[in-house]
DNA sequence: CATGGCCCTG
DNA sequence: CAGGGCCATG
């Protein structure tokens, strides 16, 4: 027995026990904690403006203006201020397109807010921040404007109120205490970080305490006063109740793209449920490491046990500095036969192919949404169905694709487009200004796609075209182009069972009897091949479902070889008809036809 | 005959 | 990794 083999009591189990000795190695998160979720102003506004005084005002007209206000604070706050002089100069790449965007934009109908924040999400928030506030703020000089005449049809008694235009200038505890809404304000607290429904519920509070005042002001009034002064305040509640809700859709909304931007890095939208798809407590087992506490990069493509988060890299890229927020670790393996992995991945892959896979096709999806043109096929079917709408118009598809294929393979020794934030902007940018002159997408399979199937080599060693053909949703397969890419996996395999071999053999001559004792661990020799081999630049995750393939794999190696059969011309079948029946299932954010671009950076 | 896998070679 | 030959399947 060699003690210095580690021992694998079931093979056939939890693929995350593997790796566990080597799960320390203190990566820690905080480089892509500054750059990642941290800058979303947006998410502070709810707190801020409830801490806001403003929002106990009793004067119902008041609360909603104070609503409005601080929402307008809010998205003075937003993403990209336009407040001048600290104009985020990455952002902007030119500033008179911006403003003629705007523009434009304000000539549009203000619908397209709750028309799904798509994909012209981003440029649609960055217009429509402003766009937004300057209704507002005519809204607000409505406002004002109505309640001076309300304030002054109604009787001196009003000045009091001094609610010309100072928002905050009343006491605000007096009439929190007035209306007893003391632990009121707390639920609206809480409600409003609810979400949008807690928003709206809102609204309607106001609506009903709107009521409630009424009836007891107006009996001061004149009659003909009162009667005006209701009609005032009813239209005046009721268009800012409007501006409200549209705003807050509009605020409730672009952040959601935001969000999806930096989908993963972004915690919140993880949805905590996530931790609980590991493994029967056996797999994230001795891994009550927080989800919070990992590189959160990692978690959002984790569908599975993020047992060995860390394990990861033992062997540190030797060429090229990675900074650590470089290092995605896009996938965590989900075991083949891990349940409760899928509907992760599902979750994923929406998240994803919506930003990034899909993003340029989605791109032209909203604009065949936007334009109705009645030959193309049915809206639905093509927002409903990203693949297909990939298949349908491959054209576009590659002509949009190119340019930033192009770049991305010209780049491919460069750092690469960091995450999906660049590439709207940037990328998209160049997308849409390159000609689509040089681009012949078509049948050939670029470095990218080469790089994708190794990776998808952690998880199948004997893909079927059909698989194939569903993971490279960018390639337009033909006879050649199948062949040669089950020839890329046959050379794989060659490798891989090169590797074994080779591995099973040294560890007979090291005197190792017990074939259970073979482990591929990731500090292993053997590992470090394969891995310098499917996955140069280590910026993949290799999942633990694959140490324990290639550890069985090895095993077997080490069994034939040391019963004699090697003499066997064909010794090696068994073995393949074995290993091929162990092939696990591909992640869906394999099916992003852009994924392998995150990991282009090496 | 077509497809796909293995093997060997360059 | 690509090519080409060989072989097993269907």
Redesign the pocket.
């Known amino acids: 027995m060699n003690p210095n083999f580690s021992l694998l009591s079931q093979p056939s189990q939890a693929c995350s026990y593997l790796a566990e000795p080597c799960t320390k190695d203190g990566r820690s998160p905080s480089p892509r904690e500054q750059g990642g979720d941290s800058p979303f102003p947006w998410s502070q506004v709810p707190s801020s403006s409830l801490s806001d005084p403003d929002w106990f005002w009793d004067e119902h007209i008041q609360a909603k203006r104070a609503r409005v206000e601080t929402i307008v604070r809010g998205m003075c706050l937003s993403p990209n201020p336009p407040v001048p002089g600290n104009a985020p100069a990455r952002d902007s790449p030119c500033c008179p397109e911006k403003a003629r965007e705007r523009k434009r934009k304000q000539n549009l109908p203000v619908q397209q807010g709750p028309l799904k924040p798509g994909p012209a999400g981003d440029r649609g928030s960055r217009k429509g921040g402003p766009r937004v506030r300057e209704q507002l703020h005519l809204l607000k000089q409505q406002l004002k404007h109505l309640q001076e005449h309300i304030l002054q049809a109604a009787e001196p008694k009003a000045l009091t109120q001094g609610p010309g235009g100072s928002e905050t200038g009343k006491d605000p505890l007096s009439v929190k205490q007035r209306d007893g809404s003391g632990s009121r304000s707390w639920a609206v607290h809480s409600d409003h970080r609810q979400g949008s429904s807690g928003d709206l519920s809102r609204v309607e509070k106001h609506r009903v305490s709107e009521v409630k005042h009424q009836s007891e002001e107006p009996r001061l009034l004149p009659s003909g006063a009162r009667a005006l002064l209701e009609i005032l305040k009813k239209e005046l509640t009721g268009a800012i109740s409007q501006a409200v809700d549209s705003v807050l859709q509009k605020v409730l909304l672009d952040p959601s793209g935001h969000l999806t931007h930096l989908g993963r890095s972004f915690p919140g939208l993880v949805p905590d449920g996530r931790s609980e798809p590991s493994p029967p407590e056996g797999g994230a087992c001795k891994d009550p490491l927080p989800l919070a506490a990992l590189p959160r990069r990692a978690q959002p493509q984790t569908g599975a046990p993020l047992g060995n988060l860390s394990l990861a890299k033992p062997l540190d890229s030797p060429r090229y500095p990675v900074s650590p927020r470089m290092i995605p670790k896009p996938y965590q393996g989900p075991p083949a036969n891990c349940p409760l992995t899928v509907p992760a991945h599902i979750q994923e892959d929406q998240i994803l192919s919506q930003l990034l896979g899909h993003r340029p096709s989605g791109h032209w999806r909203g604009n065949l949404l936007q334009d109705p043109s009645p030959q193309s096929h049915p809206s639905s079917e093509v927002a409903l169905r990203p693949w297909r709408a990939a298949k349908l118009r491959p054209l576009a598809l590659s002509q949009q694709r190119c340019p930033w294929l192009f770049k991305s393979t010209c780049l491919e020794r460069l750092p690469l487009v960091p995450s999906v934030k660049m590439e709207q902007g940037g990328l998209q940018a160049v997308r849409d200004t390159l000609p689509f002159s040089s681009t012949q997408i078509q049948e050939g399979l670029n470095p990218g796609h080469?790089k994708k199937a190794?990776l998808m080599f952690f998880f199948t060693r004997?893909p079927?075209?059909n698989l194939l053909k569903a993971y490279f949703p960018d390639v337009q397969f033909n006879?050649c182009i199948?062949?040669?890419m089950?020839?890329?996996?046959?050379?794989?395999?060659?490798f891989y069972?090169i590797q074994m071999e080779k591995s099973a053999r040294q560890a007979i001559s090291d005197g190792v009897t017990n074939p259970k004792m073979l482990v591929v661990l990731r500090n292993s020799d053997l590992f470090r091949a394969l891995n310098m081999?499917y996955n140069k630049g280590n910026d993949f995750e290799v999942p633990d479902c694959f140490l324990e393939i290639a550890s069985l794999t090895l095993q077997e190696f080490f069994r034939a070889v040391s019963a004699g059969k090697d003499s066997d011309p064909?010794w090696?079948k068994p073995i393949?008809k074995i290993i091929?029946k162990l092939d696990s299932d591909i992640p869906e954010i394999f099916k992003s036809s852009s994924y392998p671009q995150e990991l282009f950076r090496n």
């Open positions: 080469l190794k004997y079927s075209s006879r199948t062949s040669q089950i020839k890329w996996f046959s050379n794989f395999r060659e069972y081999h064909s090696k393949y091929s």
